[in-house]
């Protein structure tokens, strides 16, 4: 992905808030933007509302969920939350 992208992905996620606000794993997600746009103040922001919610969160019990047939896809995705802040 580029930069161009993750912009593009954070304007459509931003939407999704307009549809429920209170989704953690849209925060998860806008965490990961935030942070692959080098833009950590905005991801740490995000990293603290998923933790209000989920305090014990972590990546590697959270991954364990995600259905993710590629596992480059899913590292990608591991990497961006711990870039963002998330407990491994």
Do not use: C, R
Not at 17 to 45: C, G, K, P, R, W
Not at 57 to 76: E, G, I, R, T
């Amino acid at each position: 992905m580029h930069k161009g992208q993750y912009e593009e992905a954070l304007s459509e996620l931003k939407k999704a808030f307009h549809v429920n606000q209170d989704s953690t794993y849209n925060y998860m997600i806008l965490a990961a933007i935030y942070a692959l746009l080098d833009q950590q103040e905005e991801a740490s922001a995000a990293v603290k509302q998923v933790l209000e919610t989920e305090p014990n969160f972590s990546v590697k019990n959270k991954m364990k969920s995600w259905p993710y047939k590629n596992q480059a896809d899913l590292n990608f995705l591991i990497d961006a939350l711990l870039k963002a802040g998330f407990a491994e």
